[in-house]
T-cell receptor, first 113, second 115 residues
Framework: SQQGEEDPQALSIQEGENATMNCSYKTSINNLQWYRQNSGRGLVHLILIRSNEREKHSGRLRVTLDTSKKSSSLLITASRAADTASYFCATDGMTGAGNMLTFGGGTRLMVKP | SAVISQKPSRDICQRGTSLTIQCQVDSQVTMMFWYRQQPGQSLTLIATANQGSEATYESGFVIDKFPISRPNLTFSTLTVSNMSPEDSSIYLC????????????FGPGTRLLVL
């Protein structure tokens, strides 16, 4: 079953605007990862944030994590048409065999040129 | 990091037949996983492929339907048996690369259509 819920499910913006996607999860985690998927292809790892971190940056990506609210956000600044993709959060839980990821429902982002 | 390849990249199959998907990692990895992504949906873990022992299946998935092999630390196969149209999905393998940031890397996926 899915651990996380993402919102919005779909987001359409103009090139140059910022895109914010949110992810909520239910159980305690070791870390949370964000992935991008283009047109039903494989997943590309974007960024990992550990449970003891609150914010992380990578290029135009900014990820925040609030473990008290069990939520995370992914911000893409100055979006480009090439950012059009589906974005998924995935949590690495603290129970069971190590490093099984549980995925959220995903946000479909469309960036219009 | 790890580079993961899958074969075939896509296939169209008749119901009742079986398809074996191969996953190759360019380095030895401790854990490999198989996921299913149904059309328009997120990823669901099918099983963890354990080297030298039987795979560990998640709720709703059974070995008779999705037999998995893991003969060594760089290779795994997933078979989708006795296929029906409901099995039409993208199947992705992933590997956890230890040391570093515990990142899971994914293969490009196998797009399966069952007629």
């Amino acid at each position: 079953s899915q651990q996380g819920e993402e919102d919005p499910q779909a987001l359409s913006i103009q090139e140059g605007e910022n895109a914010t996607m949110n992810c909520s999860y239910k159980t305690s985690i070791n870390n949370l990862q964000w992935y991008r998927q283009n047109s039903g292809r494989g997943l590309v790892h974007l960024i990992l944030i550990r449970s003891n971190e609150r914010e992380k940056h990578s290029g135009r990506l900014r990820v925040t994590l609030d473990t008290s609210k069990k939520s995370s956000s992914l911000l893409i600044t100055a979006s480009r048409a090439a950012d059009t993709a589906s974005y998924f959060c995935a949590t690495d839980g603290m129970t069971g065999a190590g490093n099984m990821l549980t995925f959220g429902g995903g946000t479909r982002l469309m960036v219009k040129p | 990091s790890a580079v993961i390849s899958q074969k075939p990249s896509r296939d169209i199959c008749q119901r009742g037949t079986s398809l074996t998907i191969q996953c190759q990692v360019d380095s030895q990895v401790t854990m490999m996983f198989w996921y299913r992504q149904q059309p328009g949906q997120s990823l669901t873990l099918i099983a963890t492929a354990n080297q030298g022992s039987e795979a560990t299946y998640e709720s709703g998935f059974v070995i008779d339907k999705f037999p998995i092999s893991r003969p060594n630390l760089t290779f795994s196969t997933l078979t989708v048996s006795n296929m029906s149209p409901e099995d039409s999905s993208i199947y992705l393998c992933s590997a956890w690369v230890a040391g570093g940031q515990e990142t899971q890397y994914f293969g490009p996926g196998t797009r399966l259509l069952v007629l």
